[in-house]
């Protein structure tokens, strides 16, 4: 096979799926993440084809032009094509036609499909997620069933929060992520930027305090830039007065001392002045660098017992009175940070746990919001109450912690709901309780590499979208959903870890068992190297993928996961019914089993007989490549064709290693495209690579000469996408004749391959 860029055997095969004719989605609300709030049937269908266009309505052209172009960027990785962005009143058949002024609540949008596809936002951020749902329906498919969808959210506020203060997540993975939330309509991505083991932005006010790994000024711009075009605001969190070990170290005169004298690094002194002149310096140098309304001070986990700590009390009673309690310090604290917030323009956020009944003469500030991740201290409605507004980030399901507890999904998409709070409170006015996010803490940062954290979340992103969006849910039960995550697949572009050329990546794929939902067989095709399938604890067990059509397969790469399998084989199908033995072993060890072998099949299976641990079978990844020295023969060789649709569409775009570029022919039959191989050669598969012109009938031909012809395949079924045809012949020229347009456009191919 030609060799592509990691992220592009994904873009091939999903561009093959956009492309290929396929049934329209049927009840498309119910096949995106999260689910469409409101769906009306029509008659018909829309589809996406190789003329369609992204057309702005000119009258909102200022409002919506930048969202066009990112859609136009984000379809075309789908698409293996440019698609281009015009202005115009009324959209032509196939076209994307994006507008505003829908009625339908902030942040929503009526998507109408019928000769085009019509998305109209109630505002900018609406009309940007019509765009995500129509991404995920063509993923799936090019068609979509006529109809009109409403959609909106529920809850404002829908994210991600990751602990950079304890482990360093790369800017390429912050990237990714804030494309991966706006794909599933989250709207949130809070950077906790300082904790225990480090303080992770460049500082020109305290250049001392900063970490090895830390994020440039000029990062934190581009990744701010990246959020704002994907409607992804970022909240900044530098947590004081506790956690702040990474900041003290090199201030050890403001770190909080008892009464023997023991310094503790991990509270700040808020009896000494200097510890307001370095968190003003601090909060000063980086309000400005962030444009959210929000800034949030973490105010979490602070001192538990203050009689150790005399110096917070006097300090107490001679700001706040002499009736004042040690508390009152940190109250005091939390109020003048949020007056120094507030000045700057910007909304202070808190965690709650710090906010407790009668153990102050004052409290914080009302206009204060209060993130609620534990029940410590005041309710969710006694916060209320205060006149606070509060957000929901319980600890159960919401907190990924590396290392120790895991969110429960099945609970998650079954039981619970953004208005359900940890510790089971409730609150009479969910306005007041602006939404969730997901919470991957670092407390052990070693435990997991970034691979498997971008892993281990998401399906547990997918369900926050659900349900903060708050439309119906498209399956009753978690397990019966995730057949549609898995289809709306992961955000356009999103990388894969394994090398070009994996045959078995995003293929249908079926095991005998999984151990629980959380392991499910996808997982081992994703190209992710940080999921995994994991079967149940039986011999035998096996996982079958889908090839899609008789492949020569030279090498088989196992990825397994501790639990492996101590005797397996390798099997090839036609019909995953007879089975033939290609690799067999009693001895396995685990690790990466890295395969040589021989054989032709659609199906691939691992028939694991006896297990290496008590576990089960448990496979990161199963991959599948071409014969070494097999190269795509008509890569680059002389090429001649019937005709040419324009000159931007030449025959030698079909055989230039790109899934980008094609040939096109004149809309006529017959048409054909011929390659000159170079010499006489055993041809032994062909590869068709469609796009939306395809031939429904055509025969594939050899020759000597370039005269006279003999066909090795024919057929009078085509249905385009990506044709991988198992022949038997050789000659020095190979033609593709086609006969029989399935469409009103000629033939055009990305490309053809032959070995």
């Not at 208005?419 to 602006?434: I, K, Y």
């Not at 198992?726 to 190979?734: C, E, N, T």
Request: glycine share 8%.
């Amino acid at each position: 096979m030609r060799l592509r860029p990691l992220a592009t055997a994904m873009t091939v095969a999903i561009a093959a799926v956009i492309l290929a004719p396929a049934p329209a989605t049927a009840a498309p609300h119910q096949q995106t993440v999260p689910a469409m709030r409101q769906w009306t049937a029509g008659t018909g269908s829309y589809t996406f084809g190789a003329a369609s266009r992204i057309v702005v309505d000119p009258a909102y052209a200022t409002q919506l032009s930048a969202d066009a172009a990112t859609f136009a960027e984000d379809l075309a990785i789908l698409a293996g094509r440019t698609v281009s962005v015009v202005q115009q009143a009324t959209p032509a058949t196939g076209d994307l036609f994006l507008t505003l002024g829908s009625t339908d609540p902030a942040e929503g949008y009526t998507m109408t499909a019928g000769a085009s596809l019509r998305i109209q936002g109630r505002d900018p951020a609406g009309a940007f997620y019509g765009t995500r749902s129509a991404l995920q329906l063509l993923r799936q498919s090019p068609s979509i069933a006529a109809g009109t969808a409403r959609d909106w959210p529920t809850k404002p506020e829908r994210g991600l929060m990751v602990d950079q203060g304890r482990k360093f997540f790369t800017v390429d993975w912050l990237r990714r992520h804030l494309k991966e939330l706006a794909y599933l309509k989250l709207n949130v991505f809070h950077f906790h930027l300082s904790d225990t083991f480090g303080f992770r932005l460049e500082s020109t006010t305290h250049p001392e305090i900063v970490s090895a790994q830390h994020y440039t000024k000029q990062q934190i711009q581009e990744l701010i830039s990246l959020g704002t075009k994907y409607h992804v605001a970022i909240v900044p969190e530098i947590d004081m007065p506790g956690h702040m070990n990474a900041i003290l170290a090199p201030h050890p005169e403001l770190q909080l001392d008892n009464q023997s004298g023991q310094r503790d690094p991990y509270f700040l002194d808020l009896s000494e002045p200097g510890a307001y002149t370095l968190a003003q310096d601090v909060i000063n140098e980086y309000l400005p660098l962030f444009p959210s309304r929000y800034w949030h001070v973490g105010a979490d986990e602070y001192v538990s017992n203050y009689a150790a700590y005399p110096q917070l009390l006097t300090y107490a009673r001679a700001h706040y009175g002499a009736s004042a309690t040690a508390k009152d310090t940190y109250y005091g604290f939390i109020n003048w940070v949020n007056d120094l917030v507030r000045a700057g323009g910007k909304t202070l956020r808190m965690w709650n746990d710090g906010i407790k009944s009668g153990d102050g003469t004052i409290n914080p500030a009302s206009n204060i919001v209060v993130e609620f991740w534990f029940n410590y201290g005041l309710t969710p409605q006694q916060l209320l109450g205060r006149g606070h507004t509060v957000a929901n980030e319980s600890w159960d399901p919401t907190y990924y912690v590396l290392g120790g507890d895991k969110p429960d999904n099945v609970w998650a998409y079954e039981t619970w709901q953004p208005e359900l709070f940890q510790g089971g409170g409730t609150v009479t006015d969910p306005a007041r309780n602006l939404g969730s996010n997901v919470h991957v803490w670092c407390d052990n940062p070693n435990a997991e590499t970034e691979d498997q954290i971008a892993a281990g979340i998401k399906y547990t992103l997918r369900v926050l979208a659900q349900q903060t969006w708050g439309s119906a849910k498209p399956a009753a039960t978690y397990a019966a959903w995730l057949p549609i995550a898995d289809a709306v697949g992961r955000s356009p572009g999103w990388p894969t870890d394994t090398p070009a050329g994996n045959l078995a990546l995003g293929k249908p794929v079926l095991a005998s068992s999984t151990e629980t939902v959380n392991f499910p067989a996808t997982n081992a095709v994703d190209g992710s190297y940080g999921s995994r399938w994991a079967s149940t604890y039986v011999d035998p067990s096996w996982i079958r993928v889908d090839l899609g059509a008789p492949t020569a397969l030279g090498r088989v790469v196992l990825r397994w996961e501790a639990a492996y399998g101590r005797a397996y084989q390798i099997q090839l199908s036609n019909d995953a019914s007879t089975w033939t033995t290609v690799y067999s072993t009693t001895t396995g060890d685990g690790g990466v089993d890295d395969i040589t072998l021989s054989g032709t099949g659609r199906y691939l299976r691992m028939n694991g007989t006896a297990r290496g641990t008590s576990w089960g079978y448990s496979l990161y990844e199963i991959e599948a490549y071409a014969p070494a020295g097999n190269p795509n023969r008509a890569l680059n060789r002389p090429v001649a064709v019937s005709s040419t649709e324009t000159a931007t569409f030449p025959g030698s775009a079909a055989v230039d290693g790109s899934s980008a570029t094609r040939w096109s022919s004149l809309y006529v039959d017959p048409s054909w495209i011929q390659v000159d191989l170079g010499a006489t050669v055993a041809v032994n598969r062909v590869v068709l690579r469609w796009e939306a012109a395809y031939g429904r009938a055509y025969q594939i031909q050899v020759s000597a000469d370039a005269t006279n012809w003999t066909t090795i395949y024919t057929t009078n079924t085509g249905d385009g996408g990506v044709d991988d045809l198992a022949v038997s012949g050789s000659g020095r020229y190979l033609r593709m004749l086609g006969t029989a347009r399935a469409t009103a456009w000629g033939y055009s191919l990305w490309e053809v391959e032959v070995y």
